[in-house]
């Protein structure tokens, strides 16, 4: 079975600029989260969707959104890019959204906003 | 607020020595604890994890210890290898949301 997937890897943007980062979960998989990880921050929860709706969001301003297609797939969008946005973000999906169900990650997508 | 402490932020161990790393939470609502192992440039990886009415759990050379009293909880490697060598994550979770100590940087010497 593939893994969670995550496109692209790698992207530079400039400040003021919006990104669109995208996550292919494991197939069968219908739970999608996002995570942020910093050197200073770690790893920080972003938001959750499941079947196409967002059940739960971490402390990031509005600017930070996503969404979820009826395959599971799904994308996070950073709208007026600032520096402190650069980072890692993480994608990790599960079969369904109880507690105890293991989160498989995706490799990421390495942002740096100059 | 850090949801999860961790502790030590960096662990050098000889090769063949038991890796020990601790985390606290304060939260009562945590339902199950994993932990990560995250490589340089991969995502992390789920290694183990235990829900809060086991007090123990093993799995090859990997053991999670859990004091649900002292709202505790630690990650045993024994026998450390060099390939071990990593950055580990413990973590907590409700409602499907995982919330991540700082990370343990894990070095195991030759």
């Known amino acids: 079975k593939a893994g969670v997937t995550q496109t692209p890897r790698y992207l530079i943007k400039t400040r003021g600029q919006q990104v669109t980062l995208s996550c292919s979960p494991i197939s069968g998989h219908r739970s999608v989260s996002w995570y942020q990880q910093t050197p200073g921050q770690g790893l920080q929860f972003l938001f959750e969707?499941?079947?196409?709706?967002?059940?739960n969001k971490g402390n990031f301003p509005g600017r930070f959104s996503g969404r979820q297609f009826s395959n599971s797939r799904s994308e996070m969008n950073v709208s007026t890019l600032e520096l402190g946005d650069s980072a890692l973000y993480l994608c990790?999906?599960?079969?369904?959204?109880?507690?105890?169900?293991?989160?498989?990650f995706g490799p990421g997508t390495r942002l740096t906003v100059l | 607020q850090q949801q999860v402490k961790q502790s030590p932020q960096s662990l050098i161990v000889q090769k063949g020595g038991i890796s020990i790393i601790n985390c606290a939470y304060e939260n009562t609502a945590f339902d199950y604890f994993p932990w990560y192992q995250q490589f340089p440039g991969k995502g992390p990886a789920l290694l183990i994890a235990?829900?809060?009415?086991?007090s123990e759990k093993k799995e090859g050379r990997f053991t999670i210890s859990f004091n649900k009293s002292a709202k505790q909880f630690s990650l045993h490697i024994m026998d450390s290898q060099p390939g071990d060598s990593a950055t580990y994550f413990c973590a907590a979770c409700w409602a499907n949301n995982l919330f991540f100590g700082t990370g343990t940087r894990l070095t195991v010497i030759p």
């Open positions: 969707y499941f079947s196409e709706t967002q059940r």
């Open positions: 990790a999906s599960s079969l369904q959204r109880e507690s105890g169900n293991e989160q498989f």
């Open positions: 235990i829900r809060p009415d086991v």
